[in-house]
């Protein structure tokens, strides 16, 4: 058995593992590089393998730094099956969708060479798309595959696969419970190999209730100026847990009313598929549901459908609420709103989520005053704010909690832990940690690098 890593190695981007046992090549998503031009730039070299080999494919969760590369691996050669949970294949759809016409704009704008993959690869690799449900067993040959819950985004998980002997884990992305809606992250006892991520393994987040009470704050400050807050909203699990705050916020009384205007077309796809998975949210979640409560729908909110419904948001006076696409601002509506609201000191743009290193959204909130979007300069003057709790990933303590359940005892405790998924000084930081908390041997693996296991 043995693992190559052909990325997220050195960067939370471009997510792939290439695991060889019991005669099989798997690979274990295959997502896009975002990010910086140069990054980007990755997406458009030939896979460190031969994709015509490649017997299946297991996608961990439906974010494109994790399934972005799927249709080029078919335009590639590849005709096997891919596997994820049912929810992950129907928001899958969508995603990669949207990313398509994304490259067919970029094409447009920087050449032909910007299109990895076209519709039909796409058409393809949705026909070749299984979906299980958690702890539902599937086996390829010999081989034993069980997702388990990581309580990221809807669908999202944590694979568990055992071949010869072994039992090897790929954490996915890791949730940062308690959220609202989802269930929190499965723990597992045992493992003799792990691959696991580090996003925000260098640092703490603000508690949980914390979060909701600077939503809270954040709403009243623009009620009071009478101006506009602006929130890049990945359509994924941040915009349906605000939703589902703001909504319980309203109905507390404990922030006065303001329009909101969920202005993201594919964050209102991902809405509805969200309803159609019920059975997958937490107790609370359904008993809301259960008493009558639409969690995604309140007085007050807009859903913005088309282009000339999003260009009537301008016209509307403050205060108002519009969280839009796409999370890290490289793209969707939320470029226009910036261009109409930053250089305004009464207006404000709340960061919620994870932001890319090199993308607009990371200079933003790193407090560049002086930024260019859409052709044209702009001058940020509203305030700049930022609310940790909102990520989707667990952080440092959350992942060693997780990490160290499988260190409970020494036989369970893994032979090695692989570090991936993270800025490199994050990556390191986290190994340390690892180690000196619980004992066990870490690795920062490098780009390409094959490890026998």
């Known amino acids: 058995m043995k693992i190559k890593f052909c990325g997220a190695t050195g960067r939370v981007t471009g997510s792939c593992y290439l695991l060889e046992a019991e005669g099989k090549k798997i690979v274990i998503d295959c997502g896009l590089f975002q990010g910086s031009s140069g990054d980007r730039g990755k997406n458009q070299e030939p896979f460190p393998f031969d994709p015509a080999k490649i017997d299946v494919v297991i996608a961990t969760h439906s974010h494109i730094d994790h399934i972005g590369r799927i249709p080029k691996l078919y335009r590639d050669g590849f005709r096997g099956e891919i596997y994820s949970t049912k929810p992950a294949r129907d928001l899958a759809k969508i995603f990669l969708e949207d990313t398509l016409n994304l490259m067919k704009g970029d094409a447009r704008r920087d050449g032909p060479e910007k ?124 915009t349906q847990e605000l939703l589902y705050e703001i909504n319980a916020l309203s109905l507390s009384k404990k922030t006065p009313d303001i329009p909101v205007f969920l202005d993201s077309p594919l964050a209102i796809k991902a809405t509805d598929i969200y309803a159609r998975y019920k059975n997958y949210f937490d107790k609370e979640a359904q008993y809301l549901i259960n008493s009558g409560d639409d969690i995604f729908d309140f007085p007050g909110l807009f859903i913005t459908k088309t282009a000339e419904e999003s260009r009537k948001i301008r016209r509307e006076k403050g205060p108002k609420i519009i969280i839009a696409g796409s999370g890290m601002s490289t793209g969707g509506r939320i470029l226009t709103h910036e261009v109409n609201y930053l250089p305004d000191p009464r207006n404000m743009i709340l960061f919620i989520g994870f932001q890319v290193k090199g993308t607009l959204g990371r200079r933003i909130k790193e407090g560049e005053k002086e930024i260019r979007i859409m052709g044209q300069d702009v001058r940020v003057e509203a305030e700049v704010k930022e609310i940790s709790g909102y990520s989707a990933h667990a952080d440092q303590k959350k992942l060693l909690y997780w990490l160290g359940k499988m260190c409970n005892t020494e036989q369970n405790k893994p032979k090695k832990v692989f570090i991936t998924h993270g800025e490199p000084t994050v990556s390191d930081i986290f190994a340390q940690e690892a180690r000196r908390q619980l004992g066990i041997d870490t690795i920062v693996p490098k780009e390409f690098e094959e490890i026998e296991l």
């Open 115 to 238: 299109m990895i993959w076209m519709k039909e690869d796409l058409t393809q690799a949705m026909n070749s798309w299984i979906g299980y449900d958690y702890h539902e067993p599937f086996f390829i040959e010999d081989i034993k595959v069980e997702m388990l819950d990581a309580g990221h985004i809807l669908g999202s998980a944590i694979v568990r696969i055992t071949a010869e002997g072994k039992i090897i884990i790929f954490s996915g992305d890791l949730g940062n419970p308690p959220v609202p809606i989802l269930e929190d992250t499965d723990f597992i006892e045992k493992a003799d190999y792990v691959v696991m991520e580090s996003t925000y393994g260098d640092r703490i987040h603000e508690e949980s209730e914390f979060r909701t009470e600077k939503l809270a704050n954040a709403m009243r400050e623009i009620y009071e100026r009478k101006g506009t807050l602006l929130i890049p909203a990945f359509a994924m699990e941040r």
